[in-house]
């Protein structure tokens, strides 16, 4: 049991390219979410998932997309990377029952230039 | 729409000494309130939440909470801390909802705590 996995840990872009950020969970979640972590801000919420095939916007939505195509994956696309963007991204995923209490993976640190 | 304050950005504690950790938090009614921690190059951790009930709640690794409603507090404590606790500490709000979708968490913008020997 992997709990919640990233991929990939690191990963430096330059301004303009796109790329696709990878979350898997073992434990069957129904929700789960995408945050952003930057100095002195805290965890703001990307997008979040209640359920296969559906996505919402969350605290911070622009400039990137998400998709569900898989209960047990979730992905956080940046069509076209800014500066503005470099930040630590988690995952994170819930189960119905208790769904406020999230379980996170190890983070995805994105630097753009 | 739910926030939360975590007043103290860094706090350093000797080893061996007592913890508390401030949280403030404002909603109209009664949140679920959680702390989670993250040590270095990890993902958080739930130490402990508080959804009703008893109002000082235990969780893992020593910790406990106590909620407050007449402070809108939930302030982290330990006895004795251990070297190994240093991390960065974020408590976390959630507005109670039976509607499927609103089950978002508000983050602080956490506290790094430092041990010294």
């Known amino acids: 049991n992997a709990g919640v996995t990233q991929t990939p840990k690191f990963r430096v872009l330059k301004t303009g390219q796109s790329m696709t950020l990878l979350c898997a969970q073992d434990?069957?979640?129904?929700?789960m979410y995408w945050y952003r972590q930057d100095p002195g801000m805290g965890l703001r919420l990307i997008h979040y998932?209640?359920?296969?095939?559906?996505?919402a916007k969350g605290e911070v939505p622009d400039g990137y997309n998400v998709s569900r195509l898989k209960k047990q994956n979730f992905l956080l696309g940046l069509e076209s990377a800014a500066p503005s963007q470099t930040s630590v991204y988690f995952c994170?995923?819930?189960?119905?029952?208790?769904?406020?209490?999230?379980?996170f993976g190890p983070g995805t640190r994105l630097t753009v230039t | 729409a739910q926030s939360v304050t975590q007043p103290d950005i860094h706090i350093t504690v000797s080893e061996g000494a007592s913890l508390e950790l401030r949280c403030n938090y404002s909603?109209?009614?009664?949140?679920?309130l959680f702390w989670y921690v993250q040590s270095p190059g990890q993902g958080l951790q739930l130490l402990l939440k508080y959804f009703s009930g008893d109002t000082l709640v235990q969780g893992i690794k020593g910790f406990e909470a106590e909620f407050k409603r007449s402070q809108s507090s939930f302030n982290l404590r330990k006895p004795s801390v251990h070297w190994s606790d240093a991390a960065e500490y974020f408590c976390a709000v959630g507005a109670p909802s039976s509607r499927f979708g609103n089950e978002k968490l508000t983050f602080g913008t956490g506290t790094r705590l430092t041990i010294i020997p």
């Open positions: 434990m069957n979640h129904e929700y």
């Open positions: 994170a995923s819930s189960y119905g029952t208790s769904r406020y209490e999230q379980y």
């Open positions: 909603y109209g009614a009664t949140p679920y």
């Open positions: 998932s209640v359920g296969e095939g559906t996505t």
